[in-house]
């Protein structure tokens, strides 16, 4: 009997050696891997949002483009930054620097959007759109500015509303095509709407919403601004 419970407690016992020997991790190791924070997002500054460009250089030789000083925030956990500018929803510039600023050449007299994505090795994340208007003749006719958008959670009767200002260098009327997702599941999407604001949609608790709203106006032009945001938990 008693060889029997030795016995026992002897398989016990290698079992449990057996076990930590698999583990080779160390608590630090282990908290290590499971801090993998993705860098926050990034804050652009200039050009100034919704207004012609007023931070430029003309370019030697060239009187159709100028050099566009990009400058943004700091986001946490950052290794590096990617700068990208849309003319139309199609990219004109595209560079990823270590810093906080960068130059691009741009075509005068136009109106472009742009974001900066802040890297690291565990993610990415991109910063809200912002858009200006480079200095010179437009050819024909501006494109809208992107829209700027804000949200309101109402908690107590769990109800998101949201408002953008639309502006337009030629003051022409525009439009706005709007989609709310949530948890990439369209929750909302109406085309050519003429107002401002949406409200009185329910949202849940911690979750992620992702609007998009297409500023257009009556010659074809457009921009997009998109934003992310989370509601209070």
Same mark, same amino acid.
């Given at each position: ?73 700091? =986001? ?5 930054? #990617?700068? %990208?500018?849309?003319?139309?929803? &199609?990219?004109? *510039?595209?560079?990823? /620097? !270590? ?43 501006? =494109? ?5 958008? #804000?949200? %309101?959670?109402?908690?107590?009767? &769990?109800?998101? *509303?949201?408002?953008? /200002? !639309? ?67």
């Amino acid at each position: 009997m008693i060889y029997k419970i030795l016995k026992y407690f002897t398989g016990l016992a290698l079992f449990f050696v057996c076990l930590n020997s698999c583990d080779k991790s160390t608590p630090e190791e282990t908290e290590k891997q499971l801090d993998k924070p993705v860098p926050t997002k990034a804050t652009g500054t200039l050009p100034a949002n919704g207004e012609p460009c007023s931070e430029f250089e003309p370019i030697p030789n060239n009187d159709t483009k100028v050099s566009i000083l990009f400058k943004w925030n700091a =986001a946490q956990n950052t290794v590096n930054y #990617t700068l %990208e500018v849309l003319l139309n929803n &199609q990219q004109a *510039a595209s560079s990823t /620097v !270590g810093g906080l600023e960068t130059t691009v050449s741009l075509d005068r007299g136009k109106t472009y959007t742009w974001t900066v994505t802040s890297k690291n090795e565990f993610g990415d994340t991109e910063s809200d759109t912002y858009s200006f208007t480079t200095p010179g003749l437009a050819e024909g006719n501006y =494109a809208p500015y992107a829209a700027e958008i #804000t949200t %309101e959670f109402n908690t107590s009767a &769990q109800l998101l *509303a949201i408002k953008w /200002v !639309g502006t337009d260098e030629d003051n022409d009327l525009l439009t706005y095509d709007v989609i709310i997702t949530e948890n990439e599941s369209v929750l909302f999407e109406e085309t050519d709407l003429e107002d401002t604001s949406i409200s009185g949609i329910e949202y849940i608790s911690g979750t992620e919403y992702y609007i998009k709203i297409i500023s257009k106006d009556s010659t074809g032009s457009f921009s997009v601004s998109e934003v992310t945001v989370n509601s209070p938990e």
